[in-house]
């Protein structure tokens, strides 16, 4: 069964630096998102990308982070500068169609921000 | 913006038995509403979903329900089995927009 794949797994990442963070959506898919997970708090919407852009986003997601398709089938969330409180569990979800409300989730990229 | 309430945070049954979550929401716009479970160490997995023209779906030993008048929907489990102890997780969307708002998740413990 096809599915949404991050890496990687866990990052450890010292404050200001920046990080990439990696996904291959399911094949089919077109589009594309970031949520992520404080440590005992909600899932949160960061950002959701189609047609090579991004469609909407959220207040978390300011200018230190930005997305990316740099080729048919990667999806990235970069973050600039990191802050201790962007230590979280990040994951990317994938959609077949616009008109497809399924979001289906990889298994999350543990970042650690010392 | 949308707000999304799950109850209860812990929920144990005895294998056999059955478990419901339910979650509530603010937005009378939101239009899906999809249910997660998510095991340790793994991302989200959509277990079953429900769409605002709809009153109740099922699948199998799960199944979901939806008051649209009183804003809340409700995550049903029958027959549990150890195999569905996990994280649970109630999201709510207007699919004009794509972003899901997600409960604060329910942790199920099955009892064998």
């Known amino acids: 069964e096809p599915e949404v794949t991050q890496t990687p797994s866990h990052q450890v990442t010292q404050m200001g630096q920046e990080v990439i963070l990696r996904c291959v959506p399911i094949?089919?898919?077109?589009?594309f998102y970031w949520y992520r997970q404080i440590l005992g708090q909600k899932v949160e919407f960061l950002v959701s990308?189609?047609?090579?852009?991004?469609?909407?986003k959220s207040e978390i997601f300011d200018d230190q982070f930005s997305v990316e398709r740099p080729d048919g089938s990667n999806f990235t969330l970069k973050i600039r500068s990191t802050k201790l409180e962007d230590s979280a569990m990040y994951f990317c979800?994938?959609?077949?169609?616009?008109?497809?409300?399924?979001?289906?989730f990889g298994p999350g990229t543990r970042l650690t921000v010392l | 913006g949308e707000n999304v309430e799950q109850h209860p945070s812990t929920l144990s049954v005895q294998e056999g038995d059955s478990a419901v979550i339910k979650c509530t929401y603010s937005?009378?716009?939101?239009?899906?509403f999809p249910w997660y479970k998510q095991e340790l160490g793994k991302g989200p997995q959509l277990i079953i979903d429900?769409?605002?023209?709809?009153g109740e779906k099922k699948d199998q030993r799960i199944a979901v329900t939806l008051n649209k008048t009183a804003k809340h929907f409700s995550l049903h489990i029958t027959e549990t089995q150890p195999e569905d102890s996990a994280v649970y997780f109630c999201?709510?969307?207007?699919?004009?927009?794509?972003?899901?708002?997600f409960g604060s998740g329910t942790r199920l413990q099955v009892q064998p």
């Open positions: 979800a994938s959609s077949e169609l616009p008109s497809s409300d399924e979001q289906f």
């Open positions: 094949s089919n898919h077109l589009y």
């Open positions: 990308f189609y047609n090579n852009e991004i469609s909407e």
């Open positions: 937005d009378s716009a939101s239009n899906y």
């Open positions: 429900i769409r605002s023209n709809v």
């Open positions: 999201a709510a969307t207007d699919t004009g927009r794509r972003a899901l708002t």
